[in-house]
């Protein structure tokens, strides 16, 4: 039995993203150790088929990186020199490049690494492999898997999944069938205003939802002001897998493009997605769930990977009318 690293080092929805492709892996027979930043952790340990979690921050990725030192570097080196893994895979974006990684795995004695790369990767890389066009993101991690000789078990169609059983959050979410409504996101330019995603969430309360919003910690007072005195505000309430668990409790979900869409598609809960197109929706609208996308993907925006909006008045997402979301859910849902 090979022990195999599979790198991803971004955040949470891009490692629920990669599930297909570690489940490939596992079915392989081998150990598969998941390389997470602090930020996606919380997805790997998620993921069915990762048998240990192994947490490091990339200074060229994290959003907030530390300071690259020579004793950070060396520590990272030493420390997975000692797990001695047999493989490694390194999952990366359309944008990103697998070499900066591939150079400390192999310092750190990794005999066979395998990544999708388009730059020349001299004696870094065994396994060079190229992805071309706008393929959505579960999809390029998969082909990396097959290319190195993995295949999805039989009966596995590929699309997201998640741990289960999920924990019961009933005494937080009362009866199943309710719509939440998750208005953050990762990056600024993904959500919409408060105010904007508050009429959301009223319309859909006057529709006769019985509305659920959720947000991490850090995001009470938005989730606070989103719900108002229609919805129910679990802000800060839920752990990530107890938010996995809500999700799967919902008639349907709506959120911007950011972790918990992704979460809601892994759990095989129906998306109203609220798509900024500053990333392409081919490559990350929810993966294998029933979707209806929303917003304007041909503003002005459209691939800029901007963290702020470009443009006055955002509107890629505030052209969204409410009335919009309430018909996006029932189609979804089958309401009419």
């Known amino acids: 039995m090979r022990k195999v690293l599979l790198a991803r080092l971004d955040n949470v929805g891009d490692v629920l993203l990669a599930g297909p492709c570690v489940r490939a892996v596992a079915a392989g027979g081998d150990?598969?150790?998941?390389?997470?930043?602090?930020?996606?952790?919380?997805?790997?340990e998620l993921l069915p088929g990762v048998d240990d979690v192994l947490v490091w921050s990339a200074p060229w990725i994290d959003l907030d990186p530390e300071p690259v030192t020579a004793a950070g570097i060396d520590e990272f080196v030493t420390r997975i020199r000692a797990l001695r893994f047999d493989r490694a895979l390194i999952l990366t974006s359309f944008h990103q490049s697998a070499l900066p990684l591939a150079l400390l795995l192999r310092m750190a004695g990794i005999p066979w690494l395998g990544a999708i790369s388009d730059d020349y990767p001299g004696s870094l890389l065994d396994l060079r492999h190229r992805?071309?066009?706008?393929?959505?993101?579960?999809?390029?991690?998969?082909?990396?898997a097959i290319a190195a000789g993995y295949r999805l078990p039989a009966g596995d169609d590929g699309g997201l999944a998640v741990r289960r059983p999920l924990p019961d959050v009933s005494r937080l979410t009362g009866e199943r069938g309710y719509v939440v409504v998750h208005p953050a996101a990762s990056v600024p330019a993904r959500q919409p205003t408060a105010e904007h995603a508050a009429a959301m969430v009223a319309a859909l309360a006057r529709a006769g939802h019985r509305v659920v919003v959720t947000g991490a910690p850090s995001e009470r007072q938005l989730t606070a002001l989103v719900a108002g005195e229609h919805a129910r505000d679990l802000g800060g309430a839920t752990t990530l897998r107890?938010?996995?668990?809500?999700?799967?409790?919902?008639?349907?979900?709506?959120?911007?493009?950011?972790?918990?869409?992704?979460?809601?598609?892994?759990?095989?809960?129906?998306?109203?997605?609220l798509f900024a197109p500053v990333v392409p929706a081919a490559r990350w609208a929810p993966y294998r769930v029933l979707t209806v996308l929303l917003g304007d993907q041909g503003a002005p925006c459209r691939d800029t990977r901007a963290r702020e909006c470009p443009i006055d008045g955002h509107p890629c997402l505030e052209s969204i009318s409410p009335l919009d979301v309430v018909a996006a859910t029932a189609e979804v849902t089958g309401r009419r």
Do not use: F, I, K, Q
């Not at 150990?31 to 790997?44: C, D, K």
């Open 242 to 273: 107890e938010l996995a668990a809500v999700l799967d409790g919902a008639a349907a979900v709506v959120a911007p493009n950011t972790g918990p869409a992704h979460l809601a598609a892994a759990v095989g809960t129906p998306v109203v997605s």
């Open 131 to 144: 992805v071309h066009g706008d393929v959505p993101e579960s999809e390029r991690a998969l082909s990396l």
């Open 31 to 44: 150990t598969v150790t998941m390389l997470a930043s602090p930020r996606g952790r919380g997805g790997a």
